[in-house]
C-alpha cells in the first residue's frame, strides 16, 4: 500500500484505510483506472500469465493486497489451472460485488479477509504455497510482515509480485500529483476561494440578492481572488507533465460553481467538500506511493530479506508498458 513501512503499525494507519476504502468503493478496478480499462497492459498481463502456468489444482495462493480483485478477475480469465484457494487479504474495506463477475467454480475458492494486516494472516502455519501481490507489498513490507510470510509459506512455497519502483513514469506521476495536490488544498488556494465565492454565486436565482450582492464589495473581491487563483491555476495545467489532476479539479470545482445558483450555498458547499476530501484522499495515496516506491537499494534489501526468509531463488525484472517504465517484477522461491 519508502519501504519498511507497515500500515497496521504506522501512526496513519487508519486514515489510510479509510482512504483505500473510499477508493476502492468506487467501484474502480485497479489504481490506474485512467490508463487501463483491463487489467493494466500487456507486460503486466503476461508476467501473470507465466506466474498462473505454473499453478496446480493442490495450490493454496495468498494474494496481499487484493483491492478490488483486479488479479484474481484476471486468474478467471488467463489462468488455465486454479488453485484449490485463494485466500485475498486487504487492509481496506472491500466491497465483494466484484466476485460476481468471474466464475462460480472460482469465486467459491476465493475468501476475502478486509481490515487485514499483512502482519496478522488469519493463515495456519505453512498453509500456502503460491503469494501474489501487485503494487502492494511495498506499502507495508516491515519486519511483522515478513516474519508472518516466514510463518504461512510452505516450505517449497513460491512469491510472485510486481512492486513500484522509484525511478517509474507512476512514481513521476505520484510525485508530480503529490505536489499538486497540495497547492490545490493550500489555504487560499482554488477550494478554499472557490468556498468563498460560492455563497455570492448562489444568490444569482433571486434579483433582491443579486442586487445586495452588486452592491457589496466583498463579492467582487471574492470573484478577483477566485479569478486571480484560477489563472495560476491554468497556468499551472499548461505548464504541467501530468494535468490530469489539476485539470481534473479544476472541472469539478467549476461544475459546483456553475450550479450554485440553482442549488444554493449550503449544499454546493457540501460538494465543494466533497470534492475536497477526495482530494484529500488522491492526495495520502500519491504521496505514499512517492514514499514506498523501491529504488536499486531497496530492492536488493527485500532480496537479503526474502534469503533470510528461505527463499534461495530469487529473480528480479522490470515491468515497462507503453514505453514508459512501470515498476519492478520479483519471483523468489523457497527450498
Not at 486468474?75 to 462460480?104: F, K, M, N, T, Y
Not at 461544475?255 to 460538494?271: N, W, Y
Amino acid at each position: 500500500m519508502g519501504p519498511g513501512v507497515n500500515a497496521a503499525d504506522s501512526q496513519d494507519g487508519d486514515a489510510r484505510a479509510r482512504a483505500w476504502s473510499r477508493y476502492w468503493g468506487r467501484g474502480v478496478r485497479h489504481s490506474c483506472p485512467g490508463s487501463f480499462h483491463d487489467h493494466y497492459g500487456a507486460a503486466t498481463q503476461a508476467f501473470w500469465r507465466e506466474r498462473f502456468a505454473q499453478l496446480n489444482a493442490e495450490d493454496r495462493a495468498l494474494e496481499l493486497g487484493c483491492g478490488n480483485g483486479s488479479l484474481i478477475r484476471y486468474l478467471d480469465r488467463a489462468g488455465p489451472v486454479w488453485p484449490a484457494s485463494i485466500d485475498a487479504v486487504d487492509l481496506a474495506e472491500l466491497d465483494s460485488q466484484w466476485l460476481g463477475q468471474i466464475a462460480p467454480a472460482l469465486r467459491d475458492r476465493v475468501r476475502l479477509h478486509p481490515r487485514t494486516p499483512a502482519a496478522t494472516l488469519p493463515l495456519a502455519d505453512a498453509s500456502v504455497t503460491q503469494v501474489f501481490s501487485q503494487y502492494a507489498l511495498e506499502y507495508f513490507a516491515g519486519e511483522s510482515c515478513w516474519r508472518e510470510l516466514a510463518r504461512v509459506m510452505s516450505p517449497r512455497a513460491t512469491l510472485a509480485l510486481i512492486a513500484h519502483r522509484r525511478e517509474s513514469h507512476l512514481a513521476h506521476l505520484a510525485e508530480s500529483e503529490s505536489v499538486d495536490a497540495q497547492w490545490l488544498l493550500a489555504p487560499g488556494g482554488p477550494l478554499d476561494r472557490a468556498e468563498a465565492l460560492l455563497p455570492w454565486l448562489a444568490m444569482s436565482a433571486d434579483p433582491a440578492a443579486r442586487a445586495q450582492r452588486a452592491a457589496d464589495p466583498r463579492a467582487a473581491a471574492a470573484r478577483q481572488a477566485f479569478n486571480a487563483v484560477y489563472a495560476e491555476l491554468d497556468a499551472r495545467i499548461a505548464a504541467a507533465a501530468f494535468p490530469d489532476l489539476l485539470r481534473e479539479t479544476a472541472d469539478g470545482v467549476m461544475r459546483i460553481l456553475q450550479a450554485a445558483a440553482g442549488r444554493g450555498a449550503a449544499p454546493s458547499i457540501d460538494a465543494l467538500r466533497v470534492l475536497r476530501a477526495e482530494l484529500e484522499d488522491n492526495r495520502l495515496r500519491v504521496a505514499e506511493l512517492v514514499a514506498c516506491a523501491l529504488d536499486r537499494e531497496g530492492i536488493e534489501r527485500w532480496q537479503r530479506q526474502l534469503q533470510q526468509i528461505g527463499c534461495t531463488q530469487i529473480e528480479v525484472g522490470e515491468i515497462s508498458e507503453q514505453n514508459h517504465l512501470f515498476g519492478w517484477s520479483l519471483v523468489a522461491r523457497r527450498g
